[in-house]
Each structure stands twice: as C-alpha cells, then as structure tokens.
C-alpha cells in the first residue's frame, strides 16, 4: 500500500499463499500502470502492464486489477514462491512520462 | 549495447568532490530517467529527459545536482560538492517515450561519500 516519504511497507505471505499488492494513484489522466519488481542489488524490472481502459490484465501466475472507480491498482501473485521476494513498484505512465510509487517490499516465509 | 549501461558501478568519494556519473540508454529510446534510491527503500525522482523537450528537473534535491543528456543519448548526471547524505544507488532508465509504457532500468552506480 502507499507509505509515507520512501520508507518502505513489507508484506509478509507464507509460500505458497496468493500475495496481493497494492497500490493507490492519484491522476486520472494516466494512460498505463505498470508493475516492476525489483530484486536485491538490482534495477527494477518490468513485470506487467494495464491500459487505462481494461480492468484486469493476467500474466504467468501474475494478475493486476485496475479499479479506476477509487484509482487503485494491485497486483496479485498466485502460489507465491521464494524467488518472488522483493520490492514491487507501481508505476503510472501519463503523457509518455512513467512515475514510480514508493514500492512494497514482499517478504517470502518458506 | 542490449541494455541501459551505467558507468561506474561503485564510486566512493570524498566529501566536498564533485562526481559524475553516466548513463547509456537503450539505442532509440527518447525518454531518460534518473533516480536515486537509499538502502532499503523507494526510487526517488531526480529528472527526466524526453527528446528535445526541456528536462523535468523538478526531482533534484538540491543545485549540486545537475544532468545533461547529450545528442539525446548519453546521460550525464553531476554532484558537485558531494555529502554523505548523497550515499545511494542512482539509478537511470531510458523508454521508447512516445507509445513506450515500459522504462528498462540499468543496473545503477553505489556511490559512497565518506
């Protein structure tokens, strides 16, 4: 969910579990929303995207849900494993410009 | 390159030098980001650059910082006068800009102001 400044919320899901991450914008003229993940000691790395015009969009065991009623976006990761431990950013792309959230550090109890 | 190449990968520095670090976009890509993050959390924005448009320079903390991206490519961002509350990971992304949604980030450059 959203944090204040950039200190960053940690979700805590048994593996295995369906995780879900939130995420709250503010601009309704945003055109995409994109979700990044981001592992230790690297750059953040695409994982998925939305246009401003679908509300729900599935990957490979991802799934982002677009509520534009209350512009919130989540994403949600089916049988959560281990190696999906790491910061998740939103991202919203308004006018060709992509501004990041301040990200959800996902925590993966074995 | 197949990706966005940042340069140096590490750079420790004294307080009060000046630094500079650079960054090469993906070929093609007109849009260029900076960010910096700190150790355990989020990206924070320092400017973007979109083809020949002025910068978006509304993320830079303070005058030390300034970038430059020259002929539309390469990236440079410098600080002058380094602090140690400049420590962190600066990150940069490039994407196709217009009709792009997804910005493909390097690597970054730890720098560490002692």
């Known amino acids: 969910g959203e944090s204040v400044g950039l200190h960053l919320p940690t979700l805590s899901v048994q593996e295995g579990d369906n995780s879900i991450i939130n995420c709250a914008y503010s601009n309704s003229a945003s055109d995409y929303f994109i979700w990044y993940k981001q592992e230790s000691g690297k750059g953040p790395q695409f994982i998925i995207d939305i246009r401003s015009n679908m509300d729900k969009r599935q990957g490979q065991r991802v799934t982002v849900l677009l509520n534009k009623t209350v512009k919130h976006l989540s994403l949600q990761i089916a049988a959560t494993q281990p190696g999906d431990s790491a910061v998740y950013f939103c991202?919203?792309?308004?006018?060709?410009?992509?501004?990041f959230g301040t990200g959800t550090k996902l925590q993966v109890i074995p | 390159g197949a990706g966005v190449s940042q340069s140096p990968s590490n750079k420790v520095t004294e307080k009060g030098k000046d630094v500079e670090l650079r960054c090469d976009p993906i070929?093609?890509?007109?849009?260029l980001y900076w960010y910096r993050q700190s150790l355990g959390q989020g990206l924070e924005f320092l400017i973007y650059?979109?083809?020949?448009?002025?910068?978006?320079k509304s993320g830079l903390p303070s005058d030390r910082f300034s970038a430059e991206r020259t002929g539309g490519s390469v990236s440079t961002l410098t600080i002058q006068r380094t602090q140690q509350e400049d420590s962190a990971v600066y990150l940069c992304a490039s994407s196709l800009g217009q009709g792009g949604t997804e910005a493909f980030f390097g690597q970054g450059t730890r720098l560490t102001v002692v």
């Open positions: 650059f979109q083809g020949n448009s002025a910068p978006d």
């Open positions: 991202a919203e792309n308004i006018n060709q410009k992509v501004t």
């Open positions: 070929s093609g890509h007109t849009a």
